[in-house]
């Protein structure tokens, strides 16, 4: 079982993402807020770890993406 850590990187400004951790098995629903988030975005994808999955632009300030099962106690997530 275990919990993996979220972290963001992004090229808008980012208020909160929430939640902050989740079961290691995946799944999670994580919903990252801010201002700008779809600035010079081609695509809208979170990154965990080494592993990229399609994320939803709800608009300017609201990205969700879910979670991929991950063996790491630590990823991170990032919107491009």
Excluded: M, W
């Excluded at 629903?29 to 399609?54: H, M």
Aim: net charge positive.
């Amino acid at each position: 079982a275990g919990r993996a850590g979220f972290t963001y990187g992004t090229t808008g400004s980012v208020v909160s993402i929430k939640p902050s951790s989740g079961p290691k098995r995946g799944g999670t629903v994580v919903t990252i807020t801010g201002s700008n988030l779809d600035r010079g975005a081609s695509r809208t994808e979170c990154i965990f770890g080494s592993e990229a999955v399609s994320g939803s632009l709800h608009n300017e300030s609201t990205v969700v993406c879910t979670v991929p099962g991950s063996g790491s106690s630590e990823v991170q997530v990032a919107t491009v």
